[in-house]
């Protein structure tokens, strides 16, 4: 069966030749061909972007499948005051639950928990006397 050739194909070609052979690359040169008016190359760029790209093939990372970027990692999340005093929030107590059947959130708090969340605002939980 005939290769197709594709951005993908060309990709695994280019990391081929990479892996089995020691190409010296005029940096300037492809520093220049890659900058645009929207982006600027440096030589030193791709020096380093080659450098990261040989250490993948090298070590197998799988720099040959997928994307060449990494996926951007989550966001940490602050730790709340009973977490902070080495409590978790498992142990809490009665007092900060609300009673039978309270596990079962309804959408619409749902939504507002998200909103608050959202907006950077803590919400406050409200007693049976309304306080």
Aim: aromatic share 2%; with cysteine.
């Amino acid at each position: 069966m005939p290769i197709t050739w594709d951005a993908t194909m060309d990709r695994k070609l280019l990391l081929a030749i990479l892996k089995k052979h020691q190409i010296s690359v005029d940096a300037e040169a492809v520093a220049s061909e890659l900058t645009s008016e929207e982006q600027a190359c440096t030589p030193t760029a791709v020096r380093k972007r080659l450098q990261k790209i040989r250490e993948q093939i090298k070590d197998g990372s799988g720099a040959d499948e997928g994307e060449g970027t990494p996926k951007p990692k989550a966001t940490p999340r602050k730790r709340s005051a009973a977490a902070a005093e080495g409590e978790s929030p498992a142990k809490k107590g009665k007092a900060g639950k609300k009673g039978k059947g309270s596990k079962k959130q309804t959408e619409e708090e749902a939504d507002d928990e998200e909103e608050t969340a959202a907006a950077g605002v803590k919400k406050e939980e409200v007693d049976d006397d309304g306080f």
